[in-house]
């Protein structure tokens, strides 16, 4: 295959191809978390050998614009988004501060007695019926949690058909009165992702994941929901901001 000739221009063929590519990434014809073709599609389409496009993609993720995973193919890398915690925490409104749209889809739902922990979170007796929701929510197209929530089933009657409908927990609340409510506390641990929500989030299995333990309030403290959720580490940044 013959190569054009960029002798005259003075940029390498690599650097040709790499500005190229980087260029179709912030045109956004490349995605964020995107494969990008082969290396012989990229190959063809540039008139450049292989080796030239494998020299372009290693420097474009030394830059951090991409990410080769192995048996898989190269990725457009993410960028991170910054995800303030605060005692006002709501997802909506940081996924859209960064442009993106946030979207909410319900995996399942469920009724199961509250264990000894689950009930000392949500101030119930051990054995009250929870109402379980387990939700996949979304940055644009990227998956970036999958989490389970638990709430009072005999205040909250068919939660899992209200968050359907709507896929956001502050309308699930303003459908029974509750028009505001707070963070009670947020705890946060790294994993290791399991297979289950590695192919919810689009991961590698044995890749990290960010295990956030959360409570939600009132305004006078009483618990309305807790909430276990699993982050793309890779994905998000947390911010802890002062109350």
Do not use: C
């Not at 910054?82 to 469920?110: D, M, Q």
């Amino acid at each position: 295959m013959s190569q054009i000739d960029d002798a005259s221009s003075g940029v390498a063929l690599w650097r040709r191809v790499a500005d190229s590519i980087e260029r179709a990434i912030v045109d956004g014809r490349y995605e964020s978390g995107t494969k990008l073709p082969g290396e012989i599609e990229i190959a063809a389409s540039h008139r450049v050998n292989r080796h030239t496009v494998r020299r372009a993609l290693a420097a474009l993720t030394e830059r951090g614009l991409v990410r080769a995973e192995r048996g898989s193919g190269t990725y457009v890398e993410a960028r991170k988004i910054s995800y303030p915690l605060r005692s006002r925490t709501r997802f909506s409104e940081i996924v859209g501060a960064g442009g993106h749209e946030a979207r909410g889809k319900l995996l399942s739902t469920s009724i199961e007695d509250a264990d000894a922990e689950l009930a000392k979170r949500l101030g119930l007796n051990t054995g009250a019926p929870l109402v379980r929701l387990d939700a996949l929510r979304f940055a644009g197209k990227v998956p970036l949690r999958v989490g389970t929530t638990w709430m009072d089933a005999d205040r909250f009657p068919d939660a899992g058909k209200i968050y359907a409908k709507h896929g956001s927990m502050t309308r699930l609340l303003s459908h029974y009165g509750i028009r505001d409510y707070r963070r009670g506390w947020t705890s946060i641990t790294a994993t290791i992702v399991d297979a289950a929500d590695a192919a919810h989030l689009d991961l590698a299995i044995g890749g990290p994941v960010l295990l956030v333990d959360s409570i939600d309030t009132e305004q006078d403290g009483a618990p309305l929901a807790t909430s276990r959720a699993r982050f793309a580490a890779e994905r998000v940044q947390f911010v802890v901001e002062n109350q």
